[in-house]
């Protein structure tokens, strides 16, 4: 261990060389569509979904990922209105939700003109119920106990409330009026989705019928790419749907974790399996870039393998309007060795970057708990707040977080997220045909 902590300086000269040559122009995004996103009314007589992008694309290629019975039956091919703006034409039916994405993981054709692939945009929303359909209706009298208990619940149980400056009681006498006219729970639910879009709070999502609404999308970009990740990574093998896992020539492993969602518990497995395999390796890499997150316990039942004795990782504190200060006590919350698990006791890097929220989150700040362990890439995102649903009483429920998720010093991270050990810039051009941060994590596990 003394070796590995005397290379440090000389490993993050070479990380800062990496992390200059990837700083190149920002990627396109998209900034606007029709219909908008999370919109539950649309009218099922719309023939275009349009897309716009903040810069100039080329009109050379376009990627809209998606396909199913959640996927637009589409007429024709897409086509490049103006430099700005891809037109898709479809054919809608009555009372039906849609999903797609522009760019995906997978396909990544909507490029600018300098050929940088755009952001993915995944894009949600429901057509509205045919005029003669029986519609649940709310009643001006149902919309008004319902804006003033979401009121309510902002008030006191919101634990963000205070944290981005927004002007609460200016956002609701703005909405109201809409809130108030809705004429039933889909209309309310959209009016209340752009209410709460100014929280910029990625758990916070609505309920109504069979729907989630998400009232705020996350702008970042990724500092992965799957396709490039398969290629590159020696004897990469896919393991579960969660699961993937490579070896150096060098002897270090490589285990990648996409998800802690609790529906892939058994999937999950696979890592473990994998953890045995690797036991001799010289050096371990986790990378858990993809993962924004799901059930923490399974997070921490990996993390367990790693260490000897209990630690403290984080703590919280759960809104309480009736306490001083709006808050209860502050809670710890302690990683436990995983004695049932297999052990690894070699050098550890964790790969990390911005679409890591929740309780992806929380295993970061696990990792950082683990003798010689280092976090490499770009911070995560900052989102983690243990939701709590709030009945509206007209049929609409509304999930608001509940804690404030805090650093083992007591200092909150939503809105900041976790800092790696070291950064490294990674641009979507350069991840087509190499990985810096992975190359960044090769370097620093392989110094002896």
């Known amino acids: 261990m003394g070796v590995w902590k005397r290379t440090i300086g000389l490993v993050w000269v070479a990380l800062v060389v990496l992390s200059a040559a990837s700083l190149l122009a920002v ?3 998209v900034v606007d569509t029709v219909p908008r996103n ?6 099922p007589d719309l023939r275009e979904l349009r897309f716009v992008f903040d810069q100039d694309m080329s009109a050379g290629g376009y990627s809209i990922c998606g396909g199913g019975l ?3 039956k589409t007429v024709g091919r897409p086509r490049w209105a103006d430099s700005r703006t891809l037109v898709m034409r479809v054919q809608l039916v009555t009372d039906h939700e849609y999903r797609l994405s522009v760019n995906c ?14 952001v993915p945009y995944p894009v949600q929303f429901r057509t509205a119920a045919a005029n003669d359909a029986p519609q649940p209706a709310t009643g001006s009298q149902g919309n008004a106990q319902a804006a003033a208990r979401l009121h309510e619940a902002i008030d006191t149980r919101y634990s963000y ?3 981005r400056g927004v002007d609460w009681a200016a956002v609701f006498a703005e909405h109201t009026p809409a809130l108030e006219g809705a004429g039933n729970p889909a209309a309310f639910a959209e009016a209340a989705a752009r209410l709460l879009a100014h929280a910029r709070d990625m758990h916070i999502w609505i309920e109504v019928s069979d ?4 009232p705020f999308r996350r702008d970042i970009v990724r500092n992965y790419n799957l396709d490039t990740l398969a290629k590159i990574v020696p004897a990469f093998q896919k393991r579960s749907a969660v699961v993937y896992t490579g070896r150096f020539d060098s002897g270090i492993g490589y285990v990648r974790i996409d998800s802690w969602d609790g529906k892939h518990t058994e999937a999950l497995e696979q890592v473990y399996v994998a953890l045995r395999e690797l036991a001799g390796a010289r050096g371990l890499i986790v990378d858990v870039r993809p993962n924004g997150g799901g059930a923490e316990p399974l997070a921490q039942e990996f993390a367990g393998c790693f260490i000897d004795k209990p630690v403290v990782y984080a703590k919280h504190v759960y809104r309480d309007a009736s306490a001083p ?3 209860g006590q502050t809670q710890e919350r302690v990683l436990e060795p995983s004695k049932l698990r297999p052990k690894y006791r070699g050098k550890v890097v964790v790969l990390m970057g911005p679409a890591n929220m929740s309780s992806c989150e929380a295993f970061l700040l696990m990792m950082k708990q683990v003798p010689g362990c280092k976090l490499v890439g770009a911070a995560s995102y900052g989102s983690s707040g243990n939701p709590k649903p709030v009945d509206l009483g007209n049929g609409v429920t509304v999930y608001l977080p509940s804690w404030k998720a805090l650093r083992p010093d007591g200092t909150c991270f939503e809105g900041q997220g976790i800092a790696p050990d070291f950064a490294v810039r990674a641009t979507p051009v350069e991840l087509e045909a190499a990985d810096p941060v992975l190359q960044a994590a090769v370097l620093l596990v392989g110094r002896h």
């Open 27 to 29: 990627p396109p995004k």
């Open 38 to 43: 999370g919109d539950l009314n649309v009218d």
């Open 70 to 72: 959640l996927f637009p």
């Open 105 to 118: 993981p997978a396909a990544q054709k909507c490029r600018n003109v300098a050929g940088e692939s755009a």
């Open 161 to 163: 409330k205070d944290l």
């Open 211 to 214: 729907t989630t609404v998400q």
């Open 325 to 327: 200060g709006g808050f």
